[in-house]
């Protein structure tokens, strides 16, 4: 079955700290990947996508996702991140035979000042 | 672009009204999805429209959920009755083809009491 994982539904960064959040797909054909960040009270906004050609994609807002298809994992980094980060993230994956995104449950950044 | 556009931002309605939540895509779009956001169920795809056809009702809980795409850019999810099971925050998002990202509204935060 296709499915995306993400294994932490909380992290706890210091600012200035970096920062990585996991995820993990299994899905049969070649996999188009994304991920996602919500703010509170907001809709979901596109920080990155994967479709193919060079596996590191540098995204907006300072992130980068590397894609690895030996492990299944599309991870989000980030160098050094900013009280404004704090937010819920999600990882989505489809493919070109399929019309809709399956997302992971979410993780949530807690910035400590 | 204004991007997606829904409305009301909030409702909040008593148990048994009729609920109808509203949508303009991005101009251009020719795919749009109605989700649903909760915290135990996190984000659901209730149904998918492409070029203004419904291709997946397959999400829809239940018959008092009824969703209509008149033309390219307008979109109804309509609740009927509605439940206080229904309370969410429902979410709508256009895409300009199949297999590549969504870009999402506000969402419309329900309450039913």
């Known amino acids: 079955a296709q499915s995306v994982t993400q294994p932490d539904i909380h992290i706890t960064v210091s600012e200035g700290a970096s920062l990585e959040l996991r995820c993990n797909y299994s899905?049969?054909?070649?996999?188009?990947l994304f991920w996602y960040v919500q703010s509170p009270g907001q809709g979901l906004q596109l920080l990155l996508k994967?479709?193919?050609?060079d596996t590191l994609v540098q995204g907006i807002k300072g992130f980068e996702a590397e894609f690895k298809r030996s492990q299944s994992s599309f991870n989000l980094r980030k160098p050094s991140v900013h009280w404004s980060d704090a937010a819920e993230y999600f990882c989505?994956?489809?493919?070109?035979?399929?019309?809709?995104?399956?997302w992971g449950a979410g993780t949530k950044l807690i910035i400590k000042p | 672009d204004a991007g997606v556009i829904q409305s009301p931002r909030h409702e909040v309605t008593e148990m048994g009204q009729e609920v109808t939540l509203r949508c303009k895509p991005i101009?251009?779009?020719?795919?749009l999805f109605w989700y649903r956001q909760t915290m135990m169920r996190g984000l659901e795809l209730l149904i998918y429209?492409?070029?203004?056809?419904?291709?997946?009702d397959s999400g829809m809980p239940e018959d008092r959920f009824s969703a209509k795409m008149p033309n390219a850019s307008f979109s109804t999810l309509k609740i009927q009755p509605s439940e206080p099971r229904d309370s969410a925050v429902y979410f709508c998002?256009?895409?300009?083809?199949?297999?590549?990202?969504?870009?999402f509204g506000q969402g419309t935060r329900l309450t039913v009491v």
């Open positions: 101009s251009g779009h020719n795919s």
């Open positions: 989505a994956v489809t493919s070109d035979s399929n019309y809709q995104l399956i």
């Open positions: 998002a256009s895409s300009p083809r199949m297999n590549t990202e969504a870009f």
């Open positions: 994967y479709f193919s050609g």
């Open positions: 429209f492409n070029n203004n056809v419904p291709i997946d």
């Open positions: 899905y049969g054909a070649t996999p188009y």
